[in-house]
């Protein structure tokens, strides 16, 4: 694989530069026809630019946690882990429990993290347990895992709390003493009850400030990195200095032009800078981040990487390749149960049968559109699906509405590309495998 | 004797004996709660005969080596627009029906053949991507079902664009198969006996011919395909094109299985409704017997009677127990997706 990879690059290097950006055109296409598809859509809605901006924020803050969660599965060749329903479900019996104790605030959602933990591990690890025996089709199975999930929690929370589960709570409860109710208020009118804005009434700023601040850092620590390169000796990273100077130019300049625009939105006064950015929830996914990325590092990513490129490989080096993926399941679980309180506090709601059901595909359809596929899936394309994926959700309705007269058309549009672009890249993923496979048995 | 029961047992396998042993216990208590026992035989007599049908679209294409026809939403659709012709055409009784079901047929088949041609390219991940091909075809033709041109006042909405979410079928053609030859009977010391015997007799009437395709020519060709496909490519089997055709069969049983079992429900179902139409069958066929990559005519009958049986049964069971929510539908999504996921656990190869 890294071989052809190799390959690939040399030939790169070779063709052309319109044959470039030909490939990087063609690599890119699903991002591409999305960032479209937003434009269109945006100028189509006559929304204000404002309450776009504003609205994706939230989104994105409110659902990347997810986003991310879905990524060491894949690094782990388990492909998209449509399961991580269940952990949204860990998340939401940590919600229940800690709203019938009486904890709000922060200490509340601490506290859930806490309790979604052992829950998200167990859940996990069954998970893991059974993709294990249905290796090859991990996505289907991770799918119905879900659908089954659900049933045993509705089961759970509709009919044992109350007769074998003991539990007495007027609020959450149904009038019959038997079930946790349909909807679940997280924040209660004058006296707080739940977890609602928990992380992100922490510290709000002007996102463009924040903006601002960061970027200049980013500057500076390029700068930074650019001027340390010089007392290098190694034959070999001499070599990949030109390119990585290259790089931190290229990082350079693309911050700055985002410092000056948001040098331009403060200073023109315009509606925007009003954006209010949840600092710390932000903090929480950078933080994701950086551990996505840094675990690749560490020789438990190492294993992830060499068990999602090749099991037998692995298993000949010594990897425990079940217990690899078992665990790639089990941190992808707790993240989306974590990723599900996040997402939760911002709502203010719990729909305690309905807020997990979706989580799974949305979060899968946002990875797809920024550009990851079924095998490589990295934090850039996470965010990035994120905030396209919302932009069309936020768009879609009214510009179906101006468009066809008729705002259900867009919401119908919306629902189709989130199964068609999951079907389509599954389709095009199996079909270059396909494809790979025949060159392969062709050549020996 | 002890080791025969043990072979049956691993022929089983514990979800089967879990459902069989559940249904038996449901159907006791159903006795002992005094539950009106006609009435509940009534009921699984007629939604054996609804829902047959779809579960016997499984059948060639778990044949033909796609496995279970998860993008069965596309065949219902092809269903639901010759349904929507036929009334548009405005015919009623058996006519209507009938149109309903030589309009779909050629959509189904085309469908089907490029549905086929799809499956081909991506050999070893069908059943997801079948899943997802039949959740966005329902999505895609939610937008169809509010653009298309029909006219007919009962199926468009009286204000606004497009057809309604439920059309009734009261005038058209609804139930004409369950009237058919219906048999009244009133029997001492259980009640009164309905038996549905037109919607029966065309369910068995399928049965029986796709029974007999599979032991035609082209049958044992499709069986081969989808069981060794290297032996079939060895014996000079056209594998892909057996697949197509094992696809396009499985539409079209998908199109004529929506149409019977609108006729017996009395109402077409637009938009979301198709959505999550392949699940139930699939778990049907498991529970019967079936695997991912072998299947029976008998597997059909045995597990749609299995699984609706549990689902009529354990419904008025289950609120007599308890009166609060619908503790049904959470059984229903346990076992059907139990089920699936225990079949899948048995898919060989993958690795």
Same mark, same amino acid.
């Not at chain 1, 990513?301 to 080096?317: N, S």
């Not at chain 2, 082209?218 to 069986?223: I, N, R, T, V």
């Not at chain 2, 597997?299 to 009529?312: A, D, E, N, S």
């Given at each position: 694989?890294?071989?052809?990879n190799?390959?690939?690059?040399?030939?790169?290097?070779?063709?052309?530069?319109?044959?470039?950006?030909?490939?990087?055109?063609?690599?890119?296409?699903?991002?591409i026809?999305?960032?479209?598809?937003?434009?269109?859509?945006?100028?189509l809605?006559?929304?204000?630019?404002?309450?776009?901006?504003?609205?994706l924020?939230?989104?994105?803050?409110?659902?990347?946690f997810?986003?991310?969660?879905?990524?060491i599965?894949?690094?782990?060749?388990?492909?998209?882990?449509?399961?991580?329903?269940v952990?949204?479900?860990?998340?939401q019996?940590?919600?229940?429990?800690?709203t019938?104790?009486?904890?709000?605030?922060?200490?509340?959602?601490?506290?859930?993290?806490?309790?979604?933990?052992p829950?998200?591990?167990?859940?996990?690890?069954l998970?893991?347990? *059974?993709?294990?025996?249905?290796?090859?089709?991990?996505m289907?199975?991770?799918?119905?895992v879900?659908?089954?999930?659900?049933?045993?929690?509705?089961l759970?929370?509709?009919?044992?709390?109350?007769?074998?589960?003991?539990?007495?709570?007027?609020v959450?409860?149904?009038?019959?003493?038997?079930?946790?109710?349909?909807?679940?208020?997280l924040?209660g009118?004058v006296?707080?009850?739940g977890?609602?804005?928990?992380?992100?009434?922490?510290?709000?700023?002007?996102?463009?400030?924040v903006?601002?601040?960061?970027?200049?850092?980013?500057i500076?620590?390029?700068?930074?990195?650019?001027?340390?390169?010089?007392?290098?000796?190694?034959?070999?990273?001499?070599? %990949?200095?030109?390119?990585?100077?290259?790089?931190?130019?290229?990082?350079?300049?693309?911050f700055?032009i985002?410092?000056?625009?948001?040098?331009?939105?403060?200073?023109?006064?315009?509606?925007?800078?009003?954006?209010?950015?949840?600092?710390?929830?932000?903090?929480v996914?950078?933080?994701?981040?950086?551990? %996505?990325?840094?675990?690749?590092?560490?020789?438990?990513?190492?294993e992830?990487?060499?068990?999602g490129?090749?099991?037998?490989?692995?298993?000949?080096?010594g990897?425990?390749?079940?217990?690899?993926?078992?665990?790639?399941?089990?941190?992808?679980?707790?993240?989306?149960?974590?990723?599900?309180?996040?997402?939760?506090?911002?709502?203010g709601?719990?729909?305690?049968?309905?807020?997990h059901?979706?989580i799974?595909?949305?979060?899968?359809?946002?990875?797809?559109?920024g550009?990851?596929?079924?095998?490589?899936?990295?934090?850039?394309?996470a965010?990035?699906?994120?905030?396209?994926?919302?932009?069309?959700f936020i768009?879609?309705p *009214?510009a179906?509405?101006?468009?066809?007269?008729d705002?259900?058309?867009?919401?119908?549009?919306?629902?189709?590309?989130?199964?068609?672009?999951?079907?389509?890249?599954?389709g095009?993923?199996?079909?270059?495998?396909?494809?790979? *496979?025949?060159?392969?048995?062709k050549?020996? | 004797?002890?080791r025969?029961?043990?072979?049956?047992?691993?022929?089983?396998?514990?979800?089967?004996?879990?459902?069989?042993?559940?249904?038996?216990?449901?159907?006791?208590?159903?006795?002992?709660?005094?539950?009106?026992?006609?009435m509940?035989?009534?009921?699984?007599?007629?939604?054996i005969?609804?829902?047959?049908v779809?579960?016997?679209?499984?059948v060639?294409?778990?044949?033909?080596?796609?496995?279970p026809?998860?993008?069965?939403?596309?065949?219902?659709?092809?269903?639901?627009?010759?349904?929507?012709i036929?009334?548009?055409?405005?015919?009623?009784?058996f006519?209507?029906?009938f149109a309903?079901i030589i309009?779909?047929?050629p959509?189904?088949?085309?469908?089907?053949?490029?549905?086929?041609?799809?499956?081909?390219?991506?050999?070893?991940?069908e059943?997801?991507?079948?899943?997802?091909?039949?959740?966005?075809?329902?999505?895609?033709?939610?937008?169809g079902?509010?653009i298309?041109p029909?006219?007919?006042?009962?199926?468009?909405?009286?204000?606004?664009?497009?057809?309604?979410?439920t059309?009734?079928?009261?005038?058209?053609?609804?139930?004409?198969?369950?009237?058919?030859?219906?048999?009244? /009977?009133?029997?001492?010391?259980?009640g009164?006996?309905?038996?549905?015997?037109?919607?029966l007799?065309?369910?068995?009437?399928?049965?029986?011919?796709?029974?007999l395709?599979?032991?035609?020519?082209s049958g044992?060709a499709?069986?081969?395909?989808?069981?060794?496909?290297?032996? /079939?490519i /060895?014996?000079?089997?056209?594998?892909?094109?057996?697949?197509?055709?094992?696809?396009?069969?499985?539409?079209?049983?998908g199109?004529?299985?929506?149409?019977?079992?609108?006729?017996?429900?009395?109402?077409?179902?637009?938009?979301?409704?198709?959505?999550m139409? /392949?699940?139930?069958?699939?778990?049907?066929?498991?529970i019967?017997g079936a695997?991912?990559?072998?299947?029976?005519?008998?597997?059909?009958?045995?597990g749609?009677?299995?699984?609706q049986g549990?689902l009529?049964?354990?419904?008025?069971?289950a609120?007599?127990?308890?009166?609060?929510?619908?503790?049904?539908?959470?059984?229903?999504?346990?076992?059907?997706?139990?089920?699936?996921?225990?079949a899948?656990?048995k898919?060989?190869g993958?690795?």
């Amino acid at each position: 694989m890294a071989n052809v990879n190799k390959l690939k690059n040399k030939i790169n290097n070779n063709t052309n530069f319109g044959e470039k950006i030909k490939d990087v055109v063609m690599n890119n296409i699903v991002t591409i026809i999305f960032v479209v598809l937003c434009l269109i859509g945006i100028k189509l809605s006559g929304l204000p630019i404002f309450f776009v901006a504003n609205e994706l924020v939230t989104r994105i803050s409110r659902n990347s946690f997810l986003v991310l969660a879905l990524i060491i599965p894949v690094l782990a060749g388990m492909g998209l882990n449509f399961s991580i329903v269940v952990g949204a479900m860990a998340g939401q019996i940590a919600i229940i429990a800690v709203t019938h104790w009486g904890i709000t605030g922060l200490p509340g959602f601490l506290l859930c993290a806490v309790i979604a933990f052992p829950f998200a591990v167990l859940f996990g690890y069954l998970t893991g347990k *059974l993709l294990n025996k249905t290796k090859g089709q991990e996505m289907i199975t991770s799918m119905i895992v879900g659908y089954f999930a659900n049933g045993v929690y509705q089961l759970v929370f509709l009919f044992l709390v109350g007769t074998i589960i003991p539990m007495k709570n007027n609020v959450l409860m149904l009038s019959s003493g038997v079930g946790i109710r349909n909807t679940i208020d997280l924040s209660g009118g004058v006296k707080e009850t739940g977890i609602k804005y928990a992380l992100d009434q922490i510290l709000k700023l002007p996102i463009f400030y924040v903006l601002i601040a960061f970027s200049i850092l980013a500057i500076l620590y390029n700068i930074f990195k650019l001027t340390n390169r010089r007392g290098i000796v190694n034959r070999r990273e001499k070599q %990949n200095k030109s390119k990585d100077s290259f790089k931190y130019i290229v990082n350079m300049s693309m911050f700055a032009i985002l410092l000056i625009l948001s040098i331009v939105i403060v200073a023109g006064n315009t509606p925007l800078k009003n954006i209010q950015l949840p600092v710390v929830t932000v903090i929480v996914i950078g933080v994701l981040c950086l551990f %996505n990325i840094l675990i690749v590092k560490t020789k438990l990513g190492q294993e992830f990487r060499t068990v999602g490129q090749d099991k037998h490989i692995a298993k000949v080096a010594g990897i425990n390749v079940d217990r690899i993926r078992v665990l790639a399941i089990v941190i992808s679980t707790v993240l989306a149960a974590w990723g599900q309180l996040i997402f939760l506090q911002n709502i203010g709601t719990l729909n305690t049968y309905g807020s997990h059901e979706q989580i799974g595909m949305f979060s899968i359809a946002a990875l797809l559109i920024g550009g990851a596929s079924v095998s490589k899936a990295t934090v850039g394309q996470a965010i990035l699906g994120t905030a396209l994926f919302h932009t069309l959700f936020i768009v879609s309705p *009214l510009a179906g509405k101006n468009l066809f007269g008729d705002a259900q058309i867009g919401e119908f549009f919306r629902a189709f590309v989130v199964y068609g672009v999951i079907g389509v890249s599954l389709g095009l993923h199996a079909w270059k495998n396909r494809a790979e *496979l025949k060159r392969k048995l062709k050549i020996e | 004797m002890d080791r025969s029961i043990r072979e049956l047992m691993n022929h089983l396998g514990l979800p089967r004996i879990i459902i069989i042993l559940f249904f038996i216990s449901i159907c006791i208590m159903a006795v002992f709660l005094g539950l009106p026992t006609d009435m509940l035989t009534n009921q699984v007599l007629v939604r054996i005969g609804m829902n047959g049908v779809l579960v016997l679209a499984m059948v060639p294409a778990i044949l033909s080596g796609t496995g279970p026809n998860f993008g069965l939403p596309l065949g219902v659709i092809c269903g639901l627009l010759g349904t929507l012709i036929s009334i548009e055409m405005n015919l009623t009784g058996f006519p209507g029906f009938f149109a309903a079901i030589i309009i779909s047929i050629p959509f189904a088949v085309i469908v089907g053949w490029v549905y086929g041609l799809l499956l081909n390219k991506v050999k070893g991940s069908e059943m997801m991507i079948a899943t997802y091909t039949g959740f966005s075809v329902v999505f895609l033709m939610s937008i169809g079902w509010i653009i298309m041109p029909f006219k007919s006042p009962e199926m468009v909405w009286p204000i606004g664009k497009g057809l309604r979410v439920t059309i009734s079928l009261g005038e058209r053609f609804a139930e004409v198969l369950n009237k058919l030859w219906h048999i009244d /009977a009133i029997i001492p010391g259980f009640g009164e006996l309905k038996i549905p015997t037109g919607l029966l007799v065309f369910f068995f009437i399928l049965c029986t011919i796709v029974w007999l395709f599979l032991r035609s020519k082209s049958g044992l060709a499709l069986k081969t395909a989808g069981d060794n496909p290297k032996f /079939a490519i /060895a014996s000079g089997i056209n594998v892909d094109n057996n697949r197509i055709i094992g696809t396009v069969l499985s539409t079209v049983l998908g199109a004529i299985g929506i149409i019977v079992y609108t006729q017996s429900y009395g109402f077409i179902q637009l938009y979301q409704a198709p959505l999550m139409v /392949a699940f139930p069958a699939v778990a049907a066929i498991l529970i019967g017997g079936a695997s991912a990559q072998k299947a029976h005519v008998s597997h059909v009958i045995l597990g749609v009677f299995l699984f609706q049986g549990l689902l009529t049964i354990a419904l008025p069971v289950a609120s007599s127990i308890m009166s609060e929510g619908n503790i049904s539908e959470a059984l229903r999504m346990i076992v059907q997706n139990g089920i699936i996921l225990y079949a899948l656990t048995k898919v060989i190869g993958g690795e």
